[in-house]
């Protein structure tokens, strides 16, 4: 299983942003998805989490203006950034907690980080 992380880029604040993540290989069903990030000279902090495509959690920092969802049928994640703010401007990561088809348990993956860059 691995995990494609996508969508980071260069935006204005007040802007808008959707990355995605996507799982591939032989995956039974994702059970959980997290976005962390990290920011220069900062420490790694979840971002947002979403188990069993329902239950969804947010850093305060982030609560209401950025959405984390998950699509099954596609074996991808997103998270939906609105009304950003040059304080979001980090590399983002996404891990997913996966069932691999056939195989008992659960199992979390990482993808490789994508930048978004917030300007004035």
């Known amino acids: 299983v691995q995990l494609q992380a996508s969508g980071g880029g260069l935006v204005q604040a007040g802007g808008s942003l959707r990355l995605s993540c996507a799982a591939t290989?032989?995956?039974?069903?994702?059970?959980?998805m997290e976005w962390y990030r990290q920011a220069p000279g900062k420490q790694c902090e979840l971002v947002a989490r979403?188990?069993?495509?329902?239950?969804?959690n947010y850093a305060d920092s982030v609560k209401g203006r950025f959405t984390i969802s998950t699509d099954n049928s596609k074996n991808t994640g997103y998270l939906q950034m609105n009304s950003l703010k040059l304080e979001d401007t980090a590399v983002y990561y996404c891990?997913?907690?996966?069932?691999?088809?056939?195989?008992?348990?659960?199992?979390?993956?990482w993808g490789q980080g994508t930048l978004v860059t917030v300007s004035s």
């Open positions: 891990a997913s907690n996966v069932s691999p088809e056939g195989v008992p348990g659960g199992y979390t993956y």
């Open positions: 290989g032989s995956i039974g069903k994702i059970n959980s």
């Open positions: 979403i188990i069993s495509g329902r239950t969804t």
